[in-house]
Nanobody, 119 residues
Framework: QVQLVESGGGLAKAGDSLRLSCAAS????????MGWFRQAPGKEREFVAS????????ALANSVKGRFTISIDNAKNTVYLQMNSLKPEDTAVYYC????????????WGQGTQVTVSS
């Protein structure tokens, strides 16, 4: 089975940085996109960032542009989310996911990692 395991979440103060990791196993992910989503209590899940397998194309939500960076180490089947200048509104459970080429659905999801940012 495909497994996605997020790590790196925790407590942070406003202005601090955290780096999240998502380790994928169980298959090859060539040509797949990898993405990060987040969900705060009482709110729907929202898109944060995505990257293609080669790392040549990235997309970021407007709310995190200039602060977050997504990257991938395909040799390790791991995608990262570098979060700088954290804000309290970044507090959420962060999930990673995979998307097959040419599709709009995200097929596999991790269990999530909690990020809490205090003011």
């Amino acid at each position: 089975q495909v497994q996605l395991v997020e790590s790196g979440g925790g407590l942070a103060k406003a202005g601090d940085s955290l780096r999240l990791s998502c380790a994928a196993s169980g298959r090859t992910f060539r040509s797949y996109a990898m993405g990060w989503f987040r969900q705060a209590p009482g709110k729907e899940r929202e898109f944060v960032a995505s990257i293609n397998w080669s790392g040549s194309n990235t997309a970021l939500a407007n709310s995190v542009k200039g602060r977050f960076t997504i990257s991938i180490d395909n040799a390790k089947n791991t995608v990262y989310l570098q979060m700088n200048s954290l804000k309290p509104e970044d507090t959420a459970v962060y999930y990673c996911a995979t998307r097959p080429p040419g599709q709009f659905i995200w097929d596999y999801w991790g269990q999530g990692t909690q990020v809490t940012v205090s003011s």
